[in-house]
């Protein structure tokens, strides 16, 4: 999935204020509630999810297709990814818990990503 830039304020801010402010707010909204759209219909036509705080970063919104599917966004505000996930038709969760996790289905290629960062790289060592 597609990133978006980045904020420093826990709440959701951009740090400032006023109607231009409220616009890109309302621009990240729609442009992550798109993504979220498409990522729900290529993934079994729905998808859950979970917001965490990355700090300056923003929030990273996890997704979790019915298929098992899995991707993640990043949002300058909470709000934001709030709002999208409301409009996309996605149930948030507090956490990544256990019944979430469970459904995510990892293939060969993140398999050997894990494998690779554990045994020292490719050819392992």
Known sequence: MTETSASSDDTGGSGTTGAGADRRA????????????????????????????LGARGFRLVLVGADGGWGDLI???????????????????????????ARVRTGPYEWSRMAGSQLGGRHGS
């Open 26 to 53: 309302e621009r990240e909204t729609a442009r992550l509630a798109t993504w979220i759209r498409a990522f729900a219909a290529a993934h079994g036509g729905s998808a859950e999810g979970q917001i965490s705080y």
């Open 75 to 101: 949002a300058r505000r909470r709000q934001s990814a709030e709002r999208a996930a409301e409009r996309a038709g996605v149930t948030l969760h507090d956490s990544f818990d256990g019944a979430l996790a």
